[in-house]
């Protein structure tokens, strides 16, 4: 099955600053990669979602990139403010399938003032 | 569109009884995952539904763990004998099938099992 792995598991950086948030996984056949982000006692929410068949994709100030041949992607949040801070989750789906995801482990990101 | 509903969201049970967990999908939705969340931890796949059909059980606890999703109504997490270990934040997710792989998910239910 999918093995999906996530690093850094904590991040701090200053409001302003970049974070930059990396997974790898091992299917070759995956071809969707979403991020999500999870608030203390909330539910996790889709915030930015790649397909392979393109390498990068931004919106606003978040952003991924995708390296299908190193198998890893990556998110980035750039001009970081206090509300970013949260769990922020990888996921790949097992191969064959539509959403069974499998997800990393999760960076907890705190941005301090 | 209320987005995907889960209830109850908290819920305590003494060890030995059963929990149900209740997860209405988002409209327009006919796949159905659940998820479990153990504290400080990542989600874990569970269970994988369509309509009245299980796709793929394969995170599912070999006992106590049951799934449904009838024709009609929610989908149900039946955890029946719940031991303390059973203790976690249960996510559901949607997504609208036919190629379209976005989940999203609802509020979860938290489990305390005393």
């Known amino acids: 099955g999918e093995n999906v792995e996530q690093h850094p598991s904590t991040l701090s950086v200053q409001e302003g600053d970049s974070a930059v948030i990396k997974c790898t996984y091992s299917?070759?056949?995956?071809?969707?990669f979403p991020w999500y982000k999870q608030e203390l006692g909330k539910r996790p929410q889709l915030i930015i979602d790649i397909r392979s068949n393109v390498g990068e994709k931004k919106d606003q100030r978040i952003a991924v990139t995708l390296n299908k041949t190193a198998k890893h992607f990556s998110l980035h949040i750039t001009e970081t403010q206090p509300e970013d801070s949260a769990v922020y989750f990888c996921a790949a789906p097992a191969a064959g399938t539509a959403s069974k995801l499998t997800f990393g482990t999760g960076t907890r990101l705190q941005v301090t003032l | 569109n209320a987005g995907v509903m889960q209830n109850p969201r908290h819920l305590v049970r003494r060890r030995g009884q059963e929990a149900r967990l209740r997860c209405s999908p988002m409209?327009?939705?006919?796949?159905v995952y659940w998820y479990r969340q153990l504290p400080e931890e990542g989600l874990k796949f569970m269970v994988y539904l369509q309509k009245e059909n299980i796709i793929d059980e394969s995170g599912m606890p070999k006992e106590r763990f049951s799934a449904e999703f009838p024709k009609e109504g929610p989908s149900i997490l039946r955890i029946q004998q719940v031991v303390r270990g059973d203790s976690a934040a249960y996510f559901c997710?949607?997504?609208?099938?036919?190629?379209?792989?976005?989940?999203?998910f609802g509020q979860g239910t938290r489990l305390t099992v005393v």
């Open positions: 299917d070759s056949a995956s071809n969707y």
């Open positions: 997710a949607s997504s609208p099938g036919q190629g379209k792989t976005e989940a999203f």
């Open positions: 409209k327009g939705h006919s796949h």
